[in-house]
């Protein structure tokens, strides 16, 4: 949703680099560029106005002008700004302090609020609640049945005793809800409200009657983040006929320009609380001011990918596989390599995994392009081995190869492709699991590859520096004889113990002094 905002603002970014100073003409330049980037991305004009305004005062204050780096400097300040708008500090939900904690969803028809009745339901669920969904939109057809779906593939409780489509009082669904969620021990109840078109009189009275009727610890207004203006127009005008306590943005994973999430906060005063970005349940998580800015400023969202992963992964898992990998690369097998990939996969989409990274808006093209079909089809000719195969792939001949393909669908070449990989792939995990890291670097103590690893590296490079011609060789170690008395190290005439020729920079380094202990 970003994407364009994001290009332009790095663009600015990157005029700026590699001046020492900045003049009021360079502030002034950059200014321009980002007020056109915020406008293009249907940002509300009174937010362009004060954003631009905080950044000029800051960017001409003392912070930039004494910087070492004064266009880094400019782009935290946009980076706080940016915070700032979106809400400044994460908000959390707000939990009765007497069980049911009553949530109302509110919104426009076709926000999606209650498909987010059941994300938040499954959120919530993750969090160690109990909630209880409850459908209070009688309107729309078959809505009643839909929000019973989505209660279902949550996993969370529902209630609702009429049939909905037109027949049914909303407001006593809803005072009875209450009373059903302390009968079976509901701790949270998310009441789903009609949606309108457009905003209407009757709209407000249904929802403002159903906020009465049961006075809800929050009331989140769901927002389409893809209507752009419009939604901070009908945030205004339901914060000012029926009022809610904080913002869900919908549709986050859409290719609209992303103005309202920018606005929206600063407009209402209201902060956004959560955000949904895909079609699936756990599609949905906290919204975060901080993490949002660092996406758009193409600086990462490594927290939302640690907290993914550790979801995910066991910890006892983790480590089990730390220690095949130890003992040796042909511990870390086919199976093992499936595993780890279903794992990943259930982190989400590789794309949208790969653009937390920092610096992936450099190949956000590549990125897109990404198939994830090719999991699906890796996993699949992985399936198609036989236990044996998957152990040990080296016995995989050409025959073996052909079944494989024809079980998989796939060509010959990928099951080849996949082996190879697969191999190198192995003797790196296991290299880097034993300290070999790099090679040519000493193993680090307790993790394999020690010194005599290293040493048995030393004798072999030596091996390779010496002469065929025995004049050549003869003054060769004659001169390294010479340097041993002088007290150098034998060194390769004309080079440096890291391989650099005579007189480059890097053949007086010195390794620190935490280093030393790790070359003895």
């Not at 290009?7 to 590699?18: E, M, Q, Y």
């Not at 730390?322 to 279903?342: I, N, R, S, V």
């Not at 099951?415 to 190198?424: G, M, S, T």
Request: hydrophobic residues 40%; proline residues 5%; contains cysteine.
């Amino acid at each position: 949703m970003f994407d364009t905002l994001s290009d332009r603002l790095a663009s600015t970014f990157k005029s700026l680099r590699g001046k020492g100073r900045l003049s009021e003409q360079d502030i002034d330049s950059a200014a321009r560029e980002i007020r056109i980037a915020l406008l293009e991305a249907d940002v509300a004009l009174p937010v362009v106005r004060a954003f631009i305004k905080n950044v000029k005062e800051r960017a001409a204050g003392s912070e930039v002008s004494k910087a070492l780096n004064p266009s880094q400097q400019v782009l935290k300040i946009v980076n706080d700004e940016l915070v700032g708008i979106l809400g400044g500090e994460t908000r959390r939900l707000r939990f009765a302090k007497t069980a049911p904690t009553v949530i109302m969803l509110a919104g426009l028809q076709g926000a999606g609020k209650t498909t987010l009745a059941g994300k938040l339901g499954l959120w919530l669920k993750g969090q160690g609640h109990s909630p209880l969904l409850v459908a209070c939109d009688l309107q729309r057809p078959n809505a009643v049945n839909q929000l019973n779906i989505v209660a279902e593939r949550a996993g969370v409780g529902f209630y609702g005793p009429q049939p909905g489509n037109g027949v049914g009082d909303p407001v006593q669904v809803a005072k009875d809800s209450i009373e059903y969620a302390k009968s079976k021990v509901y701790d949270i109840v998310i009441v789903d409200t009609a949606g309108r078109l457009g905003i209407d009189a009757e709209m407000m009275q249904q929802a403002a009657d159903i906020r009465d009727a049961i006075s809800p610890d929050e009331i989140l207004f769901v927002v389409d983040a893809m209507i752009g203006q419009d939604a901070v127009n009908t945030a205004e005008a339901f914060r000012d006929g029926v009022g809610f306590d904080g913002v869900v943005l919908s549709k986050l994973d859409g290719d609209a320009r992303g103005g309202a999430a920018l606005s929206i906060a600063h407009v209402t005063g209201k902060q956004i609380m959560f955000a949904s970005n895909g079609e699936k349940l756990d599609d949905f998580d906290a919204f975060h001011p901080d993490r949002m800015a660092g996406r758009i400023l193409d600086m990462g969202d490594m927290l939302t990918l640690i907290e993914q992963a550790e979801k995910t992964f066991s910890q006892a898992e983790a480590e089990k596989m730390a220690a095949k990998l130890a003992k040796g690369p042909k511990e870390f097998t086919l199976d093992d390599f499936l595993a780890q990939m279903e794992q990943v996969r259930k982190m989400g989409s590789i794309s949208k995994l790969l653009g937390m990274l920092p610096g992936m808006g450099q190949i956000k093209d590549q990125i897109n392009n990404i198939d994830e079909r090719d999991v699906d089809r890796t996993a699949a000719i992985i399936k198609s081995m036989t236990p044996g195969e998957r152990h040990d792939p080296t016995i995989i001949n050409g025959s073996r190869r052909a079944r494989i393909a024809k079980g998989s669908g796939v060509e010959v070449s990928a099951v080849k492709n996949l082996v190879e990989r697969f191999f190198e792939a192995r003797k790196m995990m296991s290299r880097m699991a034993q300290g070999g890291g790099m090679p040519g670097m000493p193993g680090i103590p307790g993790m394999g590859g020690g010194p005599g690893r290293q040493k048995k590296q030393v004798k072999q490079a030596k091996g390779k520096r010496k002469s065929g011609n025995p004049m050549k060789r003869k003054a060769d170690e004659a001169a390294a004889a010479a340097r041993r008395e002088q007290g150098s190290p034998a060194l390769e005439p004309g080079g440096s113990p890291f391989g650099l020729p005579a007189g480059q920079p890097g053949q007086d380094f010195e390794l620190p002094d935490e280093f030393k202990k790790f070359m003895k």
